[in-house]
């Protein structure tokens, strides 16, 4: 008896020693503050939504969404951060599933971008600005991956370097064509739970423990 609680216990253990060690994060930001003084969008906020979220071994899928934007208004550039301790010229385009709106340019570079005057950012993703068809507009969502060795969601939880004079986030967005006299603002974003670290769990490793107790209790009842 002794000797099959043993096993238990020790099955338990290594098999929640790696649930821990193996975790798919996965990163919100919602934008929902006008920061530089400009036009707010005409809807309620938040405006705008990022999820940064796990996509396999290196690999982080980014899904943007125009969630509170109304009419004519649409996204000009959309900025973010990177751990600062990682090389942000390195970070590589995976692949980006076919989608619309599609980006225009993707530049990286450590704290290289400046989003009117809120800081300086590591990743600066262009989006259309010609006919509207083109546009990243109301409730329309961009995807895209990136990877980079040892890269998760989580390496994109960091705030932008100050200068400028308003504040840093820990991203930006350039939102133009408000409202009936056209305006735009620059609209900053936080991390929607408030810096909760939501990982979660990998099905695998999860399905692994139960199979594991299983076969424990299985030889249990024969002994």
């Excluded at 609680?5 to 821990?20: D, E, P, R």
């Excluded at 396999?56 to 990177?82: K, P």
């Excluded at 570079?109 to 546009?135: C, E, H, K, S, T």
């Excluded at 974003?189 to 423990?209: H, K, M, Q, Y």
Aim: glycine share 14%.
């Amino acid at each position: 008896m002794k000797r099959i609680f043993g096993v238990v216990a020790l099955t338990s253990a290594i098999l929640v020693s790696g649930v821990g060690s193996a975790r798919a994060a996965s990163l919100t930001i919602d934008f929902d503050v006008e920061f530089s003084g400009g036009t707010s969008p005409t809807g309620a906020p938040p405006w705008l939504r990022a999820v940064f979220a796990d996509n396999g071994l290196d690999t982080v899928r980014l899904t943007l969404s125009a969630i509170g934007l109304n009419a004519s208004e649409y996204i000009g550039a959309w900025y973010f951060n990177l751990d600062p301790a990682m090389n942000a010229a390195l970070l590589a385009i995976a692949g980006t599933p076919d989608n619309d709106p599609q980006w225009t340019a993707i530049s990286r570079g450590n704290n290289a971008f400046q989003a009117d005057g809120g800081g300086a950012y590591d990743l600066w993703i262009d989006f259309a600005q010609g006919p509207p068809v083109d546009r990243f507009g109301a409730g329309e969502i961009a995807v895209i991956d990136f990877t980079m060795a040892g890269l998760d969601a989580l390496d994109f939880a960091f705030i932008a370097a100050a200068g400028g004079g308003n504040p840093p986030y820990m991203g930006a967005a350039h939102v133009q064509s408000i409202g009936a006299q056209g305006g735009s603002g620059w609209l900053g974003g936080s991390r929607a739970d408030g810096g909760v670290d939501d990982t979660v769990p990998e099905p695998a490793l999860l399905s692994l423990l139960g199979l594991g107790l299983a076969g424990v209790a299985y030889k249990r009842r024969r002994a």
